[in-house]
């Protein structure tokens, strides 16, 4: 399918493209593999698209001021295969080597997906476990916003209108924390039907997130105060609205959600 007529852009810098989205109705283009498709289907139909795909300072990793940074422009297969990333986020490393295939993972990039919010995509329950901060910027400066704060409905997140995020920043994790990514795929798309995050840090405390579940990725505070696993998987998703669609019904969902819950705590125990 032929998407709707409209003007393209090319930033080489955050500043050009905060600029270009501030003239009009455009949309941001990085990796590109959840807006093209959008807009063949004619269900996103900006008048303009600003590529950043080029920009080098939304690119990279490093470790800086306590926090690992992770650029909004890196893609999911760098950071699958980054050795700071698997020496103290395994589970990053592990969720974006789950990421579609070959051709999403070397294109798609960590901010687009944040920034489109689809409630199947595997970095909402990650950043959320992580205690992880988006880093947005527009014409009116730089925000910080946490994880926990950043999605807000389906498809819908805190960045205002002609913002960008710009960076991932998430606290260096202390020596003996353990986490895994358990992810039960759509078979096809490799999105998830259920997928869970879990951090648990050296003082024993445990940070539990989903994605696929509901309309957004959410951590759930029941099961992380639940006292054993038996206890945790029972508390799972109660009391949250559980999507339904032709992929899995609100109570396959709903188990599932409870047995991945178990894989993932018991790969941290």
Same mark, same amino acid.
Do not use: C, N, W
């Given at each position: 399918m032929i998407p709707v007529a409209f003007d393209?852009?090319?930033?080489?810098?955050?500043?050009?493209?905060?600029?270009?989205?501030?003239?009009?109705?455009?949309?941001?283009?990085?990796?590109?593999?959840?807006?093209?498709?959008?807009?063949?289907?004619r269900l996103n139909q900006p008048a303009k698209l600003v590529d950043i795909s080029k920009i080098d300072a939304l690119k990279g990793i490093k470790e800086e001021d306590g926090e690992i940074v992770i650029g909004a422009?890196?893609?999911?297969?760098?950071?699958?295969?980054?050795? $700071?990333?698997?020496?103290?986020?395994p589970f990053f490393a592990t969720a974006a080597a789950l990421i579609g295939d070959v051709q999403v993972r070397n294109h798609g990039t960590i901010g687009g997906s944040l920034a489109h919010a689809d409630p199947a995509a595997d970095w909402g329950a990650l950043v959320l476990a992580a205690d992880a901060a988006?880093?947005?910027?527009?014409?009116?400066?730089?925000?910080?916003?946490?994880?926990?704060?950043?999605?807000?409905?389906?498809?819908?997140?805190? $960045?205002?209108?002609?913002?960008?995020i710009t960076e991932v920043r998430i606290p260096v994790p202390a020596e003996g924390t353990k986490t895994s990514y358990q992810k039960f795929s759509q078979p096809a798309s490799r999105f998830a039907i259920v997928g869970c995050a879990i951090m648990k840090k050296a003082d024993g405390k445990i940070n539990i997130a989903f994605t696929g579940v509901g309309e957004v990725p959410f951590r759930d505070s029941a099961a992380e105060s639940a006292a054993s696993i038996e206890a945790a998987v029972t508390a799972a998703a109660e009391g949250i609205t559980v999507m339904s669609d032709h992929f899995a019904s609100e109570e396959y969902r709903k188990h599932l959600a409870k047995v991945y819950l178990r894989k993932a705590l018991e790969a941290v125990a």
């Open positions: 393209y852009q090319r930033a080489v810098t955050v500043d050009e493209a905060i600029a270009a989205l501030s003239s009009g109705d455009g949309k941001i283009l990085a990796g590109g593999h959840s807006l093209l498709p959008a807009m063949k289907l422009g890196t893609t999911h297969g760098t950071i699958a295969s980054d050795d $700071l990333i698997k020496s103290k986020l988006i880093i947005t910027k527009g014409s009116s400066g730089s925000r910080r916003v946490a994880a926990v704060d950043f999605f807000q409905g389906l498809f819908t997140t805190a $960045l205002e209108d002609g913002e960008i």
